[in-house]
């Protein structure tokens, strides 16, 4: 395992990375920038490397006052094009509960998802659960909790890219 990660893990995460960078200052119907804006970042930042089967993510974080975050997040499905966007939550207790606003490969159409984050140590876990929504807003299901033993992405702590 340790050796497939290796050799994967160099090229997934420039493809990432490269993905990423591409993606600087689109806009999406709503308005929502999927990019980083530099008063949104307060100081401190870690970037996150999740490989699972031939599917990879990365996450870039920088942490705000009061525990806020807003970063960008890839993922590249191995068969799929890639989901790019912004993450903006807040940490409560070990849990990231971040909304994920993103397009879809060169779709111009955005999409909205909450997300639910588990920190494990330095690693954080995606966890799996039922979205709903109501008069147009989508949240996780309180009556079907989270699981974070079913979640594939487990993000490890990882360099992040330079900035422009």
């Known amino acids: 395992m340790k050796n497939l990660m290796n050799r994967w893990l160099a090229p997934c995460l420039a493809a990432v990375l490269a993905a990423a960078a591409c993606t ?3 806009k999406g119907g709503s308005g929502d920038s999927l990019s980083l804006k530099a008063d949104d970042v307060q100081g401190d930042r870690q970037c996150y490397l999740a490989v699972f089967e031939k599917d990879t993510a990365f996450l870039d974080l920088p942490t705000g006052k009061r525990g806020s975050v807003t970063g960008n997040m890839v993922i590249r499905y191995h068969d799929k094009p890639a989901n790019t966007g912004t993450l903006k939550g807040e940490f409560n207790g ?11 490969g060169k779709k111009k159409e955005v999409s909205r998802n909450p997300l639910a984050f588990l920190r494990d140590g330095e690693r954080l876990i ?7 929504t109501y ?9 079907d909790p989270v699981s974070f033993e079913k979640g594939r992405f487990r993000f490890d702590p990882a360099a992040c890219p330079q900035e422009r």
């Open 24 to 26: 600087g200052g689109s």
């Open 94 to 104: 070990d849990t990231l509960f971040p909304d994920y606003t993103f397009t879809t």
């Open 126 to 132: 995606l966890g799996v659960g039922t979205i709903e």
């Open 135 to 143: 008069l147009g807003r989508s949240y996780l299901s309180k009556e």
